[in-house]
Structures are given as structure tokens and as C-alpha cells.
């Protein structure tokens, strides 16, 4: 059994950790503005999504990051949330997704997640593409 990737590791290790991965995975200039926009209504969100999400989700050993936003892609696509899913296309490319397998992975969600779903993600894949 895999152990938590957190284990051991004090708060800041975790967020510490964290915030490497998450700058890994969505860019430098994506976490700075994320940071910039923290307010004391969502500093305590900031804190957790690097913590957790980043910081022990993403850093676990049982899938490579690549694999892993193939599943991120798919849940956002699955459960609509459109404003995640343009940052996350970013990532896949970053984390070695190419433009034909993002293309695979949609095209897969219209089976199982219904064709209005990936039409909207084809959407929005175009427009991150063209902006590529």
C-alpha cells in the first residue's frame, strides 16, 4: 500500500512542497496571479489547495503527472467546470499530454460525460490552442 504522500511532513513542508508542483504543473505566471488575488476571504483556500491538492494529491507516487491530468481533464469535463478546464488543458500540454491525445480524451468524455459536455470542452480547447 502506497503511503500518503503528505506523511511525516509538517504543514509548511506540505505547502512548501506544493507550491514547487503547482508551479511545475500550471506555470510560474498562474500561481503569481492566483497569489496576487489572495484576499482574506480566500487565504485560508490558498493555503489548503497547496497543501493538499498540490502538495499531497500531486505528489503522490502512484501516477506520473501526465496521467494525472488525463484524469483532471476528464473530471472537469464530466462535472462542467468550465473554468478549470482551459487551465488544466495548459497543464496536460506541460506535463506531456499532446494535442491529439487531449483531442482522444475528449472525444472519450462524450460517451461517458454526454456530447454537450465535449462540445464545450472542444470549445475551450480550441481557444487555449490557438492562443498556444
Do not use: K
Not at 506523511?7 to 503547482?22: A, F, H, N, P
Not at 489572495?38 to 497547496?50: G, R, V
Not at 502538495?55 to 469535463?77: F, H, N
Amino acid at each position: 500500500m502506497t503511503r500518503p504522500a503528505g506523511e511525516g511532513l509538517s504543514d509548511e513542508e506540505r505547502y512548501d512542497r506544493g507550491m514547487v508542483v503547482r508551479r511545475e504543473v500550471l506555470s510560474d505566471d498562474h500561481v503569481d496571479r492566483a497569489i496576487a488575488g489572495t484576499s482574506e476571504l480566500t487565504a485560508d483556500f490558498q493555503d489548503f489547495i497547496t497543501r493538499v491538492a498540490w502538495g499531497d494529491i500531486w505528489s503522490r507516487p502512484g501516477l506520473d503527472r501526465r496521467s494525472r491530468s488525463v484524469a483532471v481533464i476528464t473530471a472537469l469535463i464530466a462535472h462542467g467546470h468550465h473554468e478549470e478546464l482551459a487551465m488544466h488543458l495548459r497543464a496536460g500540454l506541460r506535463n506531456g499530454l499532446t494535442v491529439d491525445e487531449i483531442r482522444e480524451i475528449i472525444l472519450q468524455s462524450a460517451v461517458y460525460s454526454g456530447v454537450p459536455a465535449a462540445n464545450t470542452a472542444f470549445r475551450i480547447a480550441n481557444e487555449v490552442f490557438a492562443a498556444e
